[in-house]
């Protein structure tokens, strides 16, 4: 039973646009979401989090969005550079105990 | 340099060998995870530990064990009763000011 689903395996963007990765969570109860991000052979690194208190967390050219009644969260990412190019997972948490990941979107930004 | 270690990187055993997979961390972190990487799937948590000396079985258990004897290192072992063990291991920790998680390298352990 997956708590975090990512729906799209991969997405392309073309440089300088923006890029949307999106996360839907069935777990009414998660408190605390974070993304990641990771290249291949390497272990994830965090990229950005927010509370379930906040709709919106922002660090330069990432920001969170999330939207509770939906039980969704995106990543936006503007502008989207070649070196954005991994793959993104979601995570959830409750009281930063257990942590619930999504399978991941791999995200190609194109030159 | 904080951080975690994890080794080796690359790991070959016989089918029916256990294998023990290290992970240290010295960023002082008081819990640590393991996890599971298969190709097109998630990072699916196999053990956790919050403290020394105690640890709770994640959502894929099962043909593993883990032993939690000091706060710095969390080794995880794959025994032979776990049917697939080929996959990538992941080791973490979590305490950053969001509570995030610091992932290892990463383990890839392939069973012939």
């Known amino acids: 039973d997956q708590q975090v689903k990512q729906n799209s395996p991969s997405l392309s963007v073309q440089e300088g646009r923006i890029s949307i990765l999106n996360c839907d969570y069935t777990n009414s109860m998660f408190d605390y979401f974070l993304w990641y991000k990771k290249y291949p052979a390497e272990g994830p690194t965090f990229l950005i989090s927010i509370s379930s208190i906040k709709d919106k967390n922002e660090d330069g050219r990432f920001t969170v969005f999330l939207n509770k009644s939906a039980k969704h969260l995106s990543l936006h990412i503007v502008p989207s550079q070649p070196g954005d190019s991994a793959v993104y997972f979601c995570a959830a948490s409750v009281i930063f105990n257990k942590f619930y990941f999504g399978s991941g979107t791999k995200l190609n930004v194109k030159p | 340099d904080g951080g975690i270690t994890q080794s080796p990187k690359y790991l070959f055993r016989k089918e029916g060998q256990n294998v023990t997979l290290s992970c240290e961390q010295n960023l002082n972190h008081d819990a640590m995870y393991w996890y599971r990487q298969d190709p097109g799937q998630g990072l699916r948590l196999i053990y956790y530990s919050q403290i020394v000396n105690d640890f709770q079985k994640g959502d894929i258990a099962e043909g593993y064990s883990v032993s939690r004897e000091k706060k710095e290192s969390f080794p995880l072992t794959v025994t032979s009763a776990q049917k697939n063990p080929t996959a990538f291991y992941l080791c973490?920790?979590?305490?950053?000011?969001?509570?995030?998680?610091?992932f290892g390298p990463g383990t890839r352990l392939t069973v012939l």
């Open positions: 973490a920790s979590s305490g950053g000011p969001y509570n995030e998680q610091f």
